[in-house]
């Protein structure tokens, strides 16, 4: 059985993901850019690496969950970076929400020194995180996804095998398409209530148990109404994702009106200093364009 893990970011996802892992058993060895946020995994018993590379060289699996394209690319080729720490044998794993080709890039860095790549992007919040309900999906080959089973069973339930490195990416792609849709849409029916007088602890509830019942209105709605804009995830991560899926949509020659507007909104939202909110923040840019504030 793998013991030594090496865990990447310890942002909002990160940090809880992390802690589950010591608390399944496993040997934890982790790096961070922002030190102290590493403190209370220590505290716990993980190891501090001063570099990727480091990690890279201790740990037998390597799990990153980063911000951007940029710090993936600077997580594993930079310098001192993973790709200059591993070894034959061992498997990387990117749970950042990136761009597929980039993926599929390291993955053939990594394959030139006999280790093995899987990207495994997450959805389910700091929520899901904490709760180890996360949705997984995976790219990688049946060998590697059978090693890294037992370990994403600590983080998440929805584990899917979607197919060869690179098919993780796509598949959070079209997640965050269907999110980004919804996020309006919820958006838009707590500022229609608010302005019609309704009572909206009722209206969430009343109509999250019909056709317009989904993860937003049950997690992110309640926030709203209680004036709680703190990130589960946030906005310049959002629209980093969007950016991704609009770029990849125009590879294919697709289009996507609604996905190009919802960026553009949350945009607007980063402009006026909400860019570390999180994405239920929406709602202020609706007030914006009301020119009042609703809720």
């Avoid at 501090?48 to 990690?55: A, G, L």
């Avoid at 997984?136 to 899917?160: A, W």
């Avoid at 209206?203 to 589960?232: F, H, Q």
């Avoid at 991704?244 to 607007?268: C, D, F, G, N, V």
Wanted: net charge negative.
């Amino acid at each position: 059985m793998v013991k030594k893990i090496g865990f990447i970011g310890l942002g909002v996802m990160g940090a809880s993901m992390s802690s589950r892992l010591i608390d399944a058993g496993y040997e934890l060895y982790i790096y961070n850019r922002t030190k102290n946020k590493g403190d209370a995994l220590v505290e716990k018993g993980a190891h501090w690496c001063d570099t990727p590379r480091s990690v890279a060289e201790q740990a037998e699996i390597i799990l990153t969950i980063v911000g951007y394209p940029k710090d993936v690319e600077e997580v594993y080729l930079g310098r001192n970076g993973i790709v200059e720490g591993i070894s034959e044998g061992k498997i990387c794993c990117d749970m950042t929400t990136t761009k597929p080709s980039l993926d599929i890039a390291i993955a053939e860095k990594l394959r030139e020194k006999g280790a093995a790549m899987a990207d495994a992007p997450v959805s389910g919040g700091d929520t899901g995180a904490r709760n180890g309900t996360l949705s997984i999906m995976v790219g990688c080959s049946d060998e590697v996804f059978r090693e890294l089973l037992p370990i994403f069973s600590v983080m998440g339930k929805n584990i899917t095998h979607m197919g060869s490195v690179g098919a993780g990416q796509n598949t959070k792609m079209a997640n965050q398409i269907v999110i980004a849709g919804t996020m309006c849409g919820v958006s838009e029916a707590l500022v229609y209530g608010a302005k019609a007088g309704l009572n909206l602890e009722k209206m969430v509830a009343t109509i999250s148990k019909g056709a317009a019942g989904c993860w937003t209105l049950d997690n992110l709605a309640p926030r709203v109404l209680k004036g709680d804009y703190e990130p589960g995830f946030m906005v310049e991560h959002f629209i980093k994702d969007m950016g991704i899926a609009l770029e990849e949509a125009e590879k294919m020659e697709l289009s996507l009106p609604s996905l190009a507007l919802t960026k553009q909104l949350y945009l607007a939202i980063k402009a006026e200093g909400h860019g570390r909110k999180g994405t239920q923040v929406l709602v202020k840019a609706l007030e914006a364009l009301s020119g009042k504030e609703i809720l």
